[in-house]
């Protein structure tokens, strides 16, 4: 149940749930299953995971170890370990799916869109490459712009035609593994038989011998008939497969062919259109240049000043007896002079800002344009260098030469994030990326964080295990336990009005210099995955837990147009619980607090 507030708190708590709420989503998470084959069984890591990320917004995904939230996120780079099986869901980006997407094809995506920022900043980064060069790599890699947009305008023929040959790949495997299959079950069979055949021979049980002899005779026959019809079957699924490929795969290649000739086109228009757009700007800019040139009438002002003083000194060598005059004219004409010339230097001075300006103006253009084109080692180096020192890094000239183990443990995880923002990504995935590093750094690190995702517009999601690290980051928390999420909601909806136990518990765990009770640990351990359990997965370790808790996977209640709960203590009468004493006092204080600011 939910803590005792008033009217006005929960009006509080509801409109800053709403000032939080964003429609636009960049990614979506739909019912996200996946296992991992071990040698003890099928870790079920992920089980049903639904989220959406918004776009401009942060997503706090917090749990224990072991909750899946990194496995989540691996998903969505297309990361996973080679034992990993994807169960079902989805994860929609743009318009597709990404658990469907090829790995040449993710090459697109990863890094360049949806980028990712590891918990250990050592393991991340090569110890005998220099940091310039990792930054860099990326860019270099898929330097040619022109290209990688050719690619995603015959993306989506090209995924269907490289599909469909992906299909037949694994139906045509899936064949053989079933006729592997029953000749593997045939011929374990018969080595039973064998075995006992020798330990027979081993007694000189002659009878048992011909016995035994006899019925390997029948089986193997049988074995083979049946390894005959499971051959047939995978020869015909083979031919299938073969002959579907062959049906469809024409009218894909011409799809794709047609596309190709149409992109082609398409690209040489953009490429002509980035030109155009360049030279416009170059012939404005020179226009804009050309203007500056407004001084001749001053220079030409400033030479009949010089030669009216050189006009009066010969006039004085003729004319001594106008000695005092041609001083005080002498003396004006000279004044006159020098206040031009200073009205000159300022003009001078005027149209110098004025030329840098334009001259950064037109370099900008041309390396915006170069940036669509192609991408030199020059123009990474020195895009590079801007984004190190965007991320805090000092002397970043200097220090794009140097390797990683001359940083400390807070420049290596900038040099990571740097290498993150170099493609300036449409989503930033933080796998706990302050875990390594000590509190100071934790906070700057969270603070450049929080900064680079205004001024890049990106939408995050982070990862972490304490709640309390998400406070000032989090738009929405998703909070994770064996798998599923329990609690999904707004940030101030989840600190200010938890529902779920587990999140009562990470609430309460959280060191607090203005809470006078004691920290509450979370009693017990996570479940074993290979077998979890069948009720609430969380319930053998809630000292709140229900009987029902003990026997069915709670559904989602829904507290709020945006918070949802996964706990039978929202179901219509289910006892009245309220969430222990130290998260209450906080809830009561951090809305005390926030009453007293919207006062003030």
């Known amino acids: 149940m939910a803590v005792r507030l008033t009217d006005e708190q929960r009006a509080l708590i509801a409109k800053a749930a709403r000032r939080g709420n964003n429609d636009d989503i960049a990614i979506s998470v ?19 995971v639904s989220f959406d990320l918004h776009r401009g917004e942060t997503l706090c995904i917090v749990g224990e170890s072991g909750s899946g939230k990194s496995v989540t996120s691996k998903a969505i780079m297309g990361i996973l370990s080679p034992n990993a099986i994807i169960e079902g869901g989805e994860i929609i980006y743009e318009g597709e799916d990404l658990l469907k997407v090829s790995e040449e094809e993710f090459h697109r995506i990863r890094g360049h869109k949806i980028g990712m920022i590891f918990q250990d900043p050592l393991s991340s980064l090569n110890p005998i490459v220099k940091i310039g060069k990792q930054i ?28 469909l040959g992906a299909i037949r790949d694994a139906e045509i495997t899936a ?26 021979r081993s007694a000189k049980n002659a009878a048992e011998v011909a016995s035994l002899r006899e019925k390997l005779a029948a089986l193997t026959a049988q074995n083979k008939e ?4 499971a051959k047939a079957k995978m020869n015909e699924a083979i031919l299938a497969a073969k002959n579907a490929y062959k049906e469809q795969a024409p009218g894909l290649k011409a799809a794709l062919d047609k596309r190709k000739a149409e992109a082609r086109i398409e690209n040489k228009q953009y490429a002509e259109g980035l030109r155009s757009e360049r030279d416009a700007k170059l012939v404005d800019l020179q226009a804009r240049r050309e203007a500056l040139h407004i001084t001749d009438e001053a220079k030409a002002q400033i030479a009949n ?37 200073r009205e000159l230097k300022e003009e001078r001075a005027k149209y110098a800002k004025a030329i840098d300006a334009l001259n950064a103006e037109e370099e900008a253009i041309i390396e915006d344009y170069n940036f669509h084109v192609k991408i030199t080692k020059a123009m990474a180096r020195k895009k590079a260098i801007e984004v190190m020192r965007e991320v805090g890094i000092p002397q970043p000239e200097k220090r794009f030469y140097q390797y990683p183990f001359e940083f400390s443990g807070g420049m290596r995880q900038r040099i990571v994030i740097a290498i993150a923002l170099i493609a300036e990504p449409d989503i930033l995935i933080c796998d706990e990326p302050t875990t390594a590093l000590d509190v100071t750094i934790q906070a700057q690190i969270l603070e450049l964080i929080n900064r680079l995702k205004a001024r890049h517009n990106m939408s995050v999601i982070f990862i972490t295990h304490d709640l309390g690290v998400v406070a000032n980051m ?20 989840i600190f200010f009005d938890p529902r779920h136990p587990y999140t009562w518990a990470l609430l309460s765990s959280i060191p607090d210099i203005d809470s006078k ?17 069948e009720g609430d997965a969380f319930a053998l370790r809630n000292r709140y837990a229900l009987a029902v808790d003990f026997k069915y996977q709670p559904p989602f ?23 222990p004493a130290i998260v209450s006092t906080r809830i009561y204080n951090a809305l005390k607090e926030e009453e007293d600011r919207n006062d003030a």
């Open 226 to 229: 049946k390894k005959a019809a």
């Open 557 to 579: 209640f829904k507290i709020s147009e945006t918070h949802y709960a996964a706990t039978w203590l929202e179901y219509d009468g289910a006892p009245d619980i309220e969430p």
């Open 30 to 48: 739909r019912n996200l299953s996946i296992s991992f084959k071990t040698d003890n069984g099928k870790v079920q890591a992920v089980r049903g």
């Open 305 to 341: 000043y010089d030669g009216l003083i050189r006009k009066e000194e010969t006039a004085y060598r003729f004319k001594f007896v106008l000695n005092f005059f041609f001083n005080k004219r002498k003396q004006a004409l000279r004044a006159a002079h020098e206040a031009k010339l």
């Open 517 to 533: 009770e004691r920290l509450e640990a979370i009693p017990g351990t996570p479940p074993d995955m290979i077998y979890p359990p």
């Open 175 to 200: 064949a053989k593994n079933e006729y592997n299959r029953v000749a593997g079950e045939c011929a374990k069979e018969e080595d039973g038989i064998k075995d006992k055949m020798a330990e027979a």
């Open 136 to 163: 860099i790599e990326t860019m270099l890699i898929n330097s040619n712009q022109l290209k990688n947009h050719f690619n995603e305008l015959i993306a989506e023929e090209l995924v269907a035609y490289k599909n």
């Open 474 to 493: 989090a738009d929405r928390v998703a909070v994770m336990y064996a798998g599923k999420i329990c609690e999904y909601g707004t940030e101030s909806e």
